[in-house]
């Protein structure tokens, strides 16, 4: 008799032990994600995921489209297909003067009548980008700042107090152009925007002008550098 | 013999199934006194073996070790000492050497019956 309680206090504490040990398991070992996402997460999850597919599927009807075009003009002995590519590279790079329709901001320095502070001189590179973004969450496809047109390599940012943009120094007034498909868009955005408060707080004045039918923003003056690729010779590809 | 580990394969599963889960700040408070509840069996299992097992020291033992790990280690916490490596120390030393004793033990038991069988 004594024997055996002996033993049931042996195997309680042993089983003491046992969920203790698959407790510290269970917290240390890292659990599974749950899916808690509920229906209408999923379908606007759905939703990105076909707009994807349809993105990817124009892509790859463009580039099959392009394709075929060099076919046929390899035939006929031609590089016009190339050259056709090179000048929509050169487009997209920005490389190419663009009209089109768009608006015209300037900034300029502002202040009150009664105002005795020191003037600006430039604007913040941070303002300037929030002033880019803005303009590109309204649709803008090109923009040009000070004549100096914004492309993906284009840099804002302040060298010895003075803002520049990619190798430009920017002085007040300055003017921002800006091409849109959609100009009433853009227009209507930038009416709406804070962002002529932004420019206020930093005594800087953001005027917009009407949506004009014909801007010209000219080509990138930055020349892209090109580290990996090299001319491939005309006899070199012959061999 | 194989009862308690039935006994603990019987706690494991019940502890995996009731799907208990514990803040990971207490980890480390539950895996000292999961150390200390490891030594304090494998003790009782060499008491058993040497035939010295007293309940009350194996369940006091048990209990009275656990607290005081899970002392040390809040003790260690508060005070910015490491104060839970000197329960990892005693019970790590007292665990190597019970298995030990435990070894010695069935190699005893083994030699002499291995001894009577050429014996006979």
């Known amino acids: 008799m004594l024997e055996w309680k002996k033993r049931l206090s042996f195997v309680i504490v042993a089983a003491v032990f046992g969920v203790m040990l698959a407790v510290e398991l269970r917290t240390t070992m890292p659990s599974e994600e749950r899916d808690t996402r509920d229906i209408w997460e999923l379908r606007a999850d759905l939703t990105k995921e076909q707009q994807l597919e349809q993105q990817l599927l124009e892509e790859l009807e463009d580039y099959e489209e392009k394709l075929r075009h060099y076919q046929e003009k390899e035939a006929a002995g031609g590089g016009a297909a190339l050259e056709a590519t090179v000048a929509e590279l050169r487009e997209e790079a920005g490389l190419t003067e663009v009209k089109g329709s768009g608006i015209v901001l300037m900034i300029a320095p502002f202040s009150t009548a009664d105002y005795v502070g020191p003037v600006t001189a430039t604007v913040s590179p941070e303002l300037l980008q929030r002033l880019v973004n803005e303009l590109n969450k309204y649709g803008a496809r090109e923009i040009a700042i000070g004549g100096e047109r914004l492309t993906n390599r284009t840099a804002i940012r302040d060298i010895n107090g003075i803002t520049n943009v990619g190798r430009r120094p920017i002085r007040l007034p300055v003017e921002v152009k800006a091409i849109a498909d959609d100009v009433d868009k853009l227009y209507s955005g930038l009416a709406v925007s804070p962002i002529r408060d932004d420019f206020i707080v930093e005594n800087l004045e953001l005027s917009i002008s009407k949506p004009k039918s014909v801007i010209v923003i000219p080509p990138s003056t930055e020349r892209p550098d090109v580290k990996y690729m090299e001319t491939a010779s005309a006899g070199k590809e012959e061999k | ?120």
């Open chain 2, 1 to 120: 013999m194989w009862l308690p580990l039935l006994g603990m394969l019987l706690g494991f599963a019940v502890g995996v199934l009731a799907g208990w889960e514990i803040p990971d700040e207490y980890s480390n408070y539950l895996s000292i006194a999961i150390l200390a509840a490891f030594d304090t069996l494998i003790g009782g299992w060499r008491a058993h073996l040497q035939r010295t097992y007293d309940e009350l020291v194996f369940i006091t033992g048990f209990f009275f070790n656990i607290i005081l790990a899970t002392t040390l280690t809040f003790l260690g916490i508060h005070l910015g000492v490491d104060l839970y490596l000197a329960a990892v120390f005693a019970f790590g030393v007292r665990l190597f050497q019970n298995i030990a004793i435990i070894r010695r033990l069935w190699l005893a038991e083994w030699a002499e019956r291995r001894q009577n069988r050429e014996k006979s």
